[in-house]
């Protein structure tokens, strides 16, 4: 009982109010349970979670810190068992350690915070009394991937002198992957993992003396002298006055094979450099891969990459191998966007231009293409294809891509083709010596960001040109600068800074937020976006104190969110907590993935 009768198919509960509890907030006549928890040892011989007694051997067994990006995989032969991949994108020392003193940190807790970042694979299963789902630890396919582990660069930039260091001459084998944000899942049973804010991690920039150097690191955030974390005082790699290329191993898409344990994770250079968000892919009509993806940065771009290998289809090892070479030859492209309406129409305010809508047409400008062998071709005059990958970013100011308001998780509707774009936010746009507003970011100032939807000409994953127009402009619906596709603005839920997106069976697009500017916790969204209800937006859940909600998963019967970084408030500590979630007083906050099921065991939202 407790579902609402109303609303779209997939969509009828009854909206959750925006509210400040400490809790995970969920409609009427759902449940909820705790799958995994920052520390759950997942590997066999981890020991229990100990926050008083943590070592970086146990943590590279347990369950990583703030997780982030979260993919269901089927498990063939486990009945009501599934494959959980999960980020980890970056740790939070101060609610980790007791006493952490940020000026000095142990080695023993520099160690844990590699051990904590990374991916986490954790076969789950259902409970068959209580609905809930829960890690089951010691699975052969369990696995932790940590800011050590090798991963293997793969295409273009493989080899290149640019990725060559010291204790790797050969510029092929990196150790770790870092902030990894959002991710995709493949249709050939992989996952791919988006290396965001790498540049926290990179002490000694400001030594680099080099001018072209020194512009790249700039381009891309590092700056300064130490880093927040320290790190480079317990391995050289992290110091760039040590070791120059090292920042040049990280900010790539990463495939996982999570059915093969033993395998090495693949850096995808042929999908460019930059603030991974996410990437997720579709198939052109001839089966080859094309994977959008977003640069998370105030002003920066978005982009494709559209593989030239058709996917092999079948499940022979030799169609996996082949699969496992799509996304090393193609061509990335970057998104320019041209609005329909006169300039002068669009004033920063977020009023609707004359024609009712903000809308426009759009190209992808072609930056490189990746052949076989690591070959590659540059589009960009003036930048070789090493420096295009490397650099992305400098080839999207050349071809004079759109600057947008931080572009957060993209994906495109596997029920229509249609690309959601979810800008986050962007609290420069209009200031003094920075862009103005444009129709895709028609709001100075933006602090609720907006979701763009993008139709490829002729609905073709692989066209070089498409329409656009903004779906939502978040915000209070209060607010007149606001709009939910056209949908009577009385009947939404306000939501603020939209971040990940996913889909639902019935093609119901869910956002999650990161950072409400409207007084209230993040939480996760379902809006259908087709129909006569096209535009009705429902808040299904809200967050703990701090935290963010990211990774959501939506299948028939139930919803997976992962719950990052609660009680992350300025001043927060160990000893002064801001949130004692998921295990109440007493207890050390613990970012966990969620699961949330209809009690009477029916599908979500009918
Ligand atoms: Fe890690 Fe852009 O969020
Ligand atoms: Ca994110
Ligand atoms: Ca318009
Ligand atoms: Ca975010």
Known sequence: ?????????????????????????????????????????????????????????????????????????????????????????????????????????????????????????????????NGG????????????????????????????PLVRTKADPKGTTVLGTLNNCSGGTTPWGTTLHGEENFNQYFANAAKVTDPTAAARLKRYGVIGEASERKWERFDDRFDLAKEPNEANRFGWVVELDPYDPESTPRKRTALGRFKHEAAQ???TGDGRPV???????????????????????????????????????????????TGDSPAEQIDGTGALPSDGEFDGSGTWIPLATAYAGGRAESH??????????????????????????????????????????????????????????????????NKHGQILELTEARNRAESTTFGWSLFLVAGDPEDPATYFAGFPKERVSPISCPDNVTFDPHGNLWISTDGNQLGSHDGLFGVATRGELRGELKQFLTMPTGAETCGPLVQDRRVLVSVQHPGEIDGASV???????????GRIVRPSVVSVWRTDGGDIGI
Do not use: C
């Open 281 to 283: 892919p579709r198939l």
């Open 380 to 445: 960009v005059e003036g930048m070789t294809a090493e420096e295009v990958y490397l650099f992305t970013r400098f080839a999207g100011d050349k071809v004079g891509a759109t600057k947008m308001d931080r572009p957060e998780d993209i994906e495109p509707s596997p029920r229509t083709g249609k690309v959601y774009v979810a800008l986050t936010n962007n609290s420069d746009r209009g200031k003094a010596g920075k862009a103005g507003p444009d129709e895709a970011n028609p709001r100075n100032l």
């Open 1 to 129: 009982g407790g579902a609402a009768t109303e609303g779209a198919r997939g969509l009828r509960f009854a909206p959750v109010a925006p509210n400040t509890a400490d809790a995970v907030t969920v409609p009427g006549g759902y449940g909820q349970n705790v799958v995994v928890r920052w520390g759950e040892p997942i590997l066999r011989g981890a020991p229990a979670f100990d926050p008083e007694h943590q070592s970086a051997k146990a943590q590279a067994g347990q369950f990583g810190y703030n997780n982030d990006f979260l993919s269901l995989l089927p498990l063939r032969g486990e009945h009501g068992r599934q494959v959980l991949v999960a980020n980890h994108e970056y740790t939070d020392e101060i609610l980790m350690f007791r006493g952490y003193d940020p000026a000095n940190p142990t080695r023993e807790q520099v160690e844990i915070a590699w051990a904590a970042h990374g991916l986490s694979v954790v076969v789950v299963e259902e409970n068959r009394k």
């Open 575 to 585: 000893e002064r907590p801001a949130s004692t979630w998921p295990d109440g007083p």
């Open 291 to 337: 994977v959008y993806m977003g640069d998370d940065e105030k002003f920066d771009y978005f982009y494709k990459f559209v593989g030239s290998k058709r996917m092999a289809k079948g499940g022979s090892r030799a169609a996996h191998a082949h699969n496992l070479t799509l996304l090393d030859e193609g061509t990335l492209y970057v998104a320019k966007l």
């Open 133 to 160: 789902l829960n890690a089951v630890s010691r699975h052969h396919l369990n696995r932790r991937l940590t800011a050590t582990s090798p991963f293997r660069l793969s295409g273009p930039v493989a080899g290149s």
